[in-house]
């Protein structure tokens, strides 16, 4: 069973930084795609980011681009996200999430680690 925890979540002030950090365990993830999302009070969840294991494929929605990088760690089965010039509507719950297939469908979530922005 592929469990994924994340951690690094936190308070921050506008154009501040943080880093997620997302420790996948359970399965070998060389054919994973593994994402980033987020979502914010009374929103819907929406993709920040994702990476393919294989060979670092990314993908950024706009609002985010030049701003966060995701990055994965292969000895550590870790993904993380580097998040630089927050904005407080960047404030959220972050989840990590794996596509076991690269089809789009995410199958297995973390517990999601708060990130608030203040202004």
């Known amino acids: 069973q592929v469990q994924l925890v994340e951690s690094g979540g936190g308070l921050v002030q506008t154009g501040g930084s943080l880093r997620l950090s997302c420790a996948a365990s359970?399965?070998?993830?060389?054919?994973?795609?593994m994402g980033w999302f987020r979502q914010a009070p009374g929103k819907e969840r929406e993709i920040v980011a994702a990476?393919?294991?294989?060979?670092?494929?990314?993908y950024y929605r706009n609002s985010v681009k030049g701003r966060f990088t995701i990055s994965r760690d292969n000895a550590k089965n870790t993904v993380y996200l580097q998040m630089n010039s927050l904005k407080p509507e960047d404030t959220a719950v972050y989840y990590c999430?794996?596509?076991?297939?690269?089809?789009?469908?995410?199958?297995?979530w973390g517990q999601g680690t708060q990130v608030t922005v203040s202004s």
């Open positions: 990476i393919r294991w294989s060979d670092s494929f990314t």
């Open positions: 999430a794996a596509d076991p297939v690269g089809s789009g469908k995410y199958d297995y």
């Open positions: 359970g399965r070998t993830f060389s054919s994973y795609t």
